[in-house]
């Protein structure tokens, strides 16, 4: 495991450029990222160990899906559910929206 510093640089999934590139670390505690900053757009968040966070469309589809297969199985899914994906983290921290993108 490398110890990481503050100001080191690292490899993440922006959710602003929708895309992984290098963040310098912010902060750390118990010796891991906590903040990183975007070196492409300085946009400050978690650190999220190079993984995108689910789409709204998928967990939708899964939903969805899930919904109607309890409709047509009731007593099969009631037996065995299948595994929920897990959230994204929630930033501890809410911030204001800017506006939409176009």
Do not use: W
């Not at 080191?8 to 999934?13: A, F, S």
């Not at 895309?19 to 902060?27: D, E, G, Y």
């Not at 999220?48 to 899914?77: G, I, T, Y």
């Amino acid at each position: 495991m490398p110890d990481f510093r503050l100001g080191d640089i690292i490899d993440d999934h922006c959710i602003k450029c929708r895309r992984v590139t290098n963040h310098a670390i912010v902060s750390i505690v118990n010796a891991e990222p906590a903040k990183v900053r975007c070196r492409t757009c300085y946009h400050d968040h978690d650190y999220r160990h190079e993984q995108a966070p689910p789409s709204k469309k998928d967990l939708k589809k899964a939903e969805l899906f899930n919904e109607v297969l309890a409709a047509a199985l009731p007593a099969a899914v009631a037996a065995d559910p299948p595994p929920k994906p897990e959230p994204p983290p929630k930033p501890a921290k809410k911030v204001a929206a800017r506006g939409k993108r176009a």
